[in-house]
């Protein structure tokens, strides 16, 4: 089919749900957003181009529609059309946790009560919202735990200057609460996924329990034929059209966890979101003056790459004293640079900030930056080092890989970051 017929039987299959559906009354507005959709779609070239080819083709549709228009049902009945007439997929992406239930659970649902081809959904969440069985059950009591888990908080200076510290009473309700989420997840009584607790928990409270990408061995864990994770990105496999969020999209660029971006048809719901959502994701702050972290983070790589005898922990006090001392200079380079500035801006509306225009540094700073740089990636070396002699362990001696999985998972996290 060309692009044309493409675009023409995508109208069809969205004018057949309008006229097909009880009530409903198309719209104008509606009817405009389908065709550009349509069009754009059809035009799009999916799957990769080779160098030689040059740029592929980009279909691109910026659209703003008002209240009510119906943008919804005007994305996806022609997107799923096209999507399943060129064999591909559909990705929708959205903003907020409301608008992908209401795809989820009443717009996809009806559309595929209606639409002459049948086809398949899912709901893609990050890892971070699913539990992480071994780590519930070494907190909860029920596993075989390797250490406190209260070493697993680096940053205690930090959690306490937010909140107050916990009592006795707390942290025991904490365990409890942990207690109880393993047994019921033991029982089939709860699907493992934090948004399906009668009472979401706190980040606090859920984060040690939080399954984590960098903290996970996949094949390697004991608790991997069960993992609540891995069973929910099967469903995704056999899905036509997969509804996640922007966190979601821009974590997983290149992670293989969505359809990859050049060979599926994206929509981007909400997408004057994006902006700030990609400015989260990929910035990231340190606090100079709390590094309190690097010496815990370093006791403790040393303590366990010495049990998996990684010769690199030999390197970790030189490490860790270097990339504590170069951070607290640069600490007092940058007061030095901007203090003053930021001294005299008004804090009434939030924290004072000094931008860099252009992002051009000071030279001033790049020679304390490139040393700060230096130092980090010979910690995270070690780090890495003793990761990867753990995941070798877990495969020569599979009757220690719960142990080793739990060394895993409060090193091993630490690595990328």
Not at 234 to 248: C, R, W
Not at 252 to 280: F, I, K, M, Q, W
Request: aromatic share 6%; proline share 6%; net charge negative.
């Amino acid at each position: 089919m060309s692009s044309t017929e493409w675009a023409q039987a995508a109208l069809q299959a969205f004018d057949a749900v309008v006229q097909s559906t009880e009530g409903f009354r198309g719209r104008a507005g509606q009817r405009s957003m389908a065709e550009q959709v349509a069009r754009t779609f059809s035009q799009a070239q999916l799957g990769k181009v080779d160098e030689e080819e040059g740029e592929p083709t980009r279909a691109i549709a910026v659209i703003q529609a008002g209240t009510g228009v119906g943008k919804s049902l005007a994305y996806c009945a022609p997107a799923i059309a096209i999507a399943l007439a060129r064999g591909t997929r559909v990705l929708i992406s959205t903003a907020t946790v409301a608008l992908q239930e209401q795809l989820v659970n009443k717009d996809l649902p009806a559309l595929a009560a209606q639409m002459e081809q049948p086809f398949k959904f899912a709901l893609a969440k990050g890892r971070g919202r699913y539990v992480c069985k071994l780590k519930l059950e070494r907190l909860a009591g029920t596993g075989e735990a390797d250490g406190d888990p209260e070493d697993d908080d680096l940053f205690p200076e930090e959690a306490a200057s937010a909140r107050p510290r916990r009592s006795h009473q707390e942290t025991e309700a904490r365990m409890q609460f942990y207690a109880s989420m393993a047994q019921t997840l033991a029982q089939g009584a709860w699907d493992g996924d934090r948004d399906s607790l009668d009472t979401p928990p706190e980040p606090e409270v859920w984060s040690p329990v939080a399954a984590e990408g960098a903290s996970c061995t996949g094949r390697h864990c004991p608790a991997f034929s069960q993992c609540v994770y891995y069973d929910k990105r099967k469903e995704l496999v056999g899905a036509q059209v997969i509804v996640a969020n922007h966190d979601l999209l821009l974590s997983s660029l290149g992670a293989r966890v969505l359809p990859e971006l050049d060979n599926c048809l994206l929509v981007l719901d909400e997408a004057h979101h994006l902006p700030a959502t990609a400015l989260e994701q990929f910035a990231c702050s340190a606090n100079l003056s709390r590094l309190g972290w690097i010496d815990r983070l370093a006791s403790r790589a040393l303590r366990i790459g010495t049990l998996v005898e990684v010769s690199e922990v030999a390197d970790i006090p030189r490490q860790s004293s270097q990339l504590r001392q170069t951070l607290q200079d640069l600490e007092r380079l940058v007061m030095d640079l901007y203090g003053p500035a930021l001294r005299s801006q008004p804090g009434a509306w939030g924290p004072a900030r000094a931008r860099v225009p252009r992002g051009e540094l000071p030279e001033a700073l790049l020679e304390p930056l490139g040393q700060l740089a230096h130092h980090a990636a010979g910690f995270l070396d070690s780090l890495r080092a003793i990761s990867k002699a753990l995941r070798a362990e877990m495969r020569d001696k599979p009757d220690e890989a719960r142990r080793l999985s739990q060394l895993y998972a409060q090193i091993g996290m630490l690595a990328p970051r």
